[in-house]
């Protein structure tokens, strides 16, 4: 079949000069996608899950290999505090672009949030490697020597984080965390200060705030920080700890046993509380409840006494809270 020359030149140069009309009948330009994708991180930002997966959603409809896409839907699963989910998403987008920190660094801190600490550590410092002044991967490596309570070292990566993002938030409350364990209260209140004048309803600056009161035996100030605390959010269970621990101090043990009960109910109601730390036991085998555990640390860290404790639990095995076989 002959070709007429002007419209086969036609052909020839709208496929050179006009990319995006193709683009635009048959999928969506890179342009296009990357302002998606820019959309979609501003809803994820302000929270607006719904939103961004969509976007997301929509974008991978066109190109299943747009490894940000895929990597923002496993953030909004790890918001939404699906771990698992995100976990699956975090390595497909790592399958794609094995040296991007931000996907290492998002399941690092995925794997943290399950207990599995030591895989947590490798691909922190995976995308500490790549981008060493990635300031989401040195609060990682924070928390994980945090958990293992060697503050000394954590203070190093929350020192590194704020001298990229001074104002971050999690370092400066976790440089408050740090300075508690190590029992410098007033360094660690400063730090909360901090923290506060950013957000003054940031949850965990008003429970350190109160767990600072709580070590200096302030206890009507550590309830006040608690109280606060739960007021942003009522199932705070470090809240409601805290509180508890402070009604035992104060030799409120009726008050104490009630929130312990409260503690229960909302672990029981939401057993990703307990799965973090604890993959390897379930409910039914646990000799010990968990807050029975909290009150011999407590005893442990000083914070309460010989004769407290044993009050307490004799108070609370005549309530038949704790039984007795």
């Known amino acids: ?71 923002g839907k496993g953030a909004v699963f790890h918001r939404m505090g699906d771990f698992y989910t995100a976990l699956e998403y975090y390595d497909k987008a790592i399958a794609l672009n094995s040296t991007n920190p931000y996907f290492l660094s998002d399941k690092g801190i995925a794997l943290l949030a ?37 503050y000394e070292k954590e203070l190093v990566y929350r020192v590194s984080a704020l001298i990229v993002e001074p104002h971050n938030q999690e370092a400066l409350v976790g440089m408050g965390n740090a ?21 003054p309803q940031n949850v965990n600056v008003l429970i350190g705030k109160g767990n600072v009161f709580l070590k200096i035996k302030d206890y009507d100030n550590a309830l006040l920080q608690y109280d606060r605390a739960l007021f942003v959010d009522p199932s705070n269970v470090n809240a409601l700890q805290g509180k508890s621990q402070a009604y035992v101090s104060l030799g409120k043990n009726e008050m104490a046993a009630e929130i312990f009960q409260q503690i229960e109910i ?43 404790v044993i009050q307490g639990l004799k108070f609370l095995i005549q309530r038949d809270i704790i039984k007795i076989d």
Not at 129 to 144: E, K, R, S
Not at 180 to 199: C, E, P, R, T, V
């Open 179 to 199: 300075h508690l364990g190590l029992k410098d209260y007033d360094s660690a209140m400063l730090f909360y200060d901090k923290a506060m004048s950013i957000n």
């Open 1 to 71: 079949m002959k070709i007429s020359c002007p419209y086969f030149w036609f052909g020839f140069l709208g496929l050179i000069l006009f990319p995006g009309l193709i683009g635009g009948v048959y999928g969506l330009s890179e342009n296009e996608k990357d302002q998606m994708y820019f959309d979609a991180e501003s809803y994820f930002r302000n929270g607006n899950f719904t939103q961004a997966m969509q976007l997301y959603d929509d974008i991978l409809a066109v190109d299943p290999d747009y490894s940000d896409a895929i990597g």
């Open 266 to 308: 909302i672990k029981n109601a939401d057993p990703q509380i307990d799965k973090i730390r604890n993959d390897m036991s379930t409910i039914e085998t646990k000799k010990i409840p968990d807050w029975i555990k909290d009150v011999f640390e407590w005893f442990s860290d000083g914070l309460i006494s010989e004769d407290e």
């Open 114 to 150: 399950i207990g599995l600490d030591s895989q947590a550590e490798k691909y922190l410092n995976e995308a500490l490697d790549i981008f060493p002044t990635h300031v989401d991967a040195l609060n990682g490596i924070a928390n994980i020597h945090s958990l293992q309570r060697n």
